[in-house]
Nanobody, 126 residues
């Protein structure tokens, strides 16, 4: 079955960096779109970033305005892993971060994704 396992979360100070990883198994990783979302308790899940295939060797990325220029999404199709490099972290980035798989074209809408990881907590102190 399809499994997504996130790692890399933790407690950091404002201005620090973290890299989240999401290892995927049970599907043809190179052909799916991958998304990162985050959620704060009591609030809706928000789109963070996505990376999707546009040709045999090319991928395209999209970011939420709130993270553009600070976060970078990438993938390693040999390791079946997607990454979220987070720089210049701010207290408002504190959330549980989830990776998700979507078959077909990418989307900003979480309810269009097919599989989800368990989430990893990121806490940024001021």
């Amino acid at each position: 079955q399809v499994q997504l396992v996130e790692s890399g979360g933790g407690l950091v100070q404002a201005g620090d960096s973290l890299r989240l990883s999401c290892a995927v198994s049970g599907l043809t990783f190179s052909s799916v779109s991958m998304g990162w979302f985050r959620q704060v308790p009591g609030k809706e899940r928000d789109f963070v970033a996505t990376i999707s295939r546009i040709s045999r060797i090319s991928y395209i990325t999209y970011y939420a305005d709130s993270v553009k220029g600070r976060f970078t999404v990438s993938r390693d199709n040999v390791k079946n892993t997607v990454y979220l490099q987070m720089n210049s972290l701010k207290p408002e980035d504190t959330a549980v971060y989830y990776c998700a798989v979507k078959y077909g074209t990418t989307s900003y809408e979480g309810n269009e994704y097919d599989y989800w990881g368990q989430g990893t907590q990121v806490t940024v102190s001021s």
